[in-house]
T-cell receptor
């Protein structure tokens, strides 16, 4: 059963600390998306990769957020320094662009910044 | 840009009855409309989708209809069961500067009463 995996599932950190979230897309998928979910804003797209290259990160605060794909099996989202307003659930999703538009979501990382 | 409105925000139906959730979108260039189901503590799960060249699609108890002229699409769940209780999200996709983007509605919390 192919799934997107994310680590950690929960993270509590203090304001100013660095946070790194990891995602393993479904094997063979060539697109990776990072979303943030909050009660107020709902699901927002932060960044989008295709074949490991960043295609769009316009939804991401550039001064503190960064997203990378070191290889085809790992995507990372980093926040440095973290702020309380970053508290949210962060989802990674993957898809196979060449055959469909479908996106498959991971279980998410619940981040709390105190 | 794309804006997706979803109604109602909460819906309560008796087990066995039907549930309908509606979404409208603003960008006529949107060409793909997925529906996701999100259970507590989990990531959104794709349950059905429709492309802009199709008016209706059905998969067992769920169906989606699309009216391109009016720019709205709906999710229909028949013979509802307690396990259908969840938050449902609609989304609309369009290509923006070479990057596909899903814009999500705010979600509908569906409760099935036994």
């Amino acid at each position: 059963d192919a799934r997107v995996t994310q680590t950690p599932r929960h993270k509590v950190t203090e304001m100013g600390q660095e946070v790194t979230m990891r995602c393993q897309p479904i094997l063979g998928h060539n697109t990776v998306f990072w979303y943030r979910q909050t009660m107020m804003q709902g699901l927002e797209l932060l960044a989008y990769f295709r074949n490991r290259a960043p295609l769009d990160d316009s939804g991401m605060p550039k001064d503190r957020f960064s997203a990378e794909m070191p290889d085809a099996t790992l995507a990372t989202l980093k926040i440095q320094p973290s702020e309380p307003r970053d508290s949210a659930v962060y989802f990674c999703a993957s898809g196979l662009r060449t055959t469909s538009y479908e996106q498959y979501f991971g279980p998410g990382t619940r981040l709390t910044v105190t | 840009g794309e804006n997706v409105e979803q109604h109602p925000s909460t819906l309560s139906v008796q087990e066995g009855d039907s549930a309908v959730i509606k979404c409208t979108y603003s960008d006529s260039a949107s060409n793909y409309f997925p529906w996701y189901k999100q259970e507590l503590g989990k990531g959104p799960q794709l349950i059905i989708d429709i492309r802009s060249n199709v008016g209706e699609k059905k998969d067992q108890r769920i169906a989606v209809t699309l009216n391109k002229t009016a720019k709205h699409f709906s999710l229909h769940i028949t013979e509802t069961q307690p396990e259908d209780s969840a938050v449902y999200f609609c989304a609309a996709r369009r290509l923006i500067q070479g990057a596909q983007k899903l814009v999500f509605g705010q979600g509908t919390r569906l409760t099935i009463n036994p």
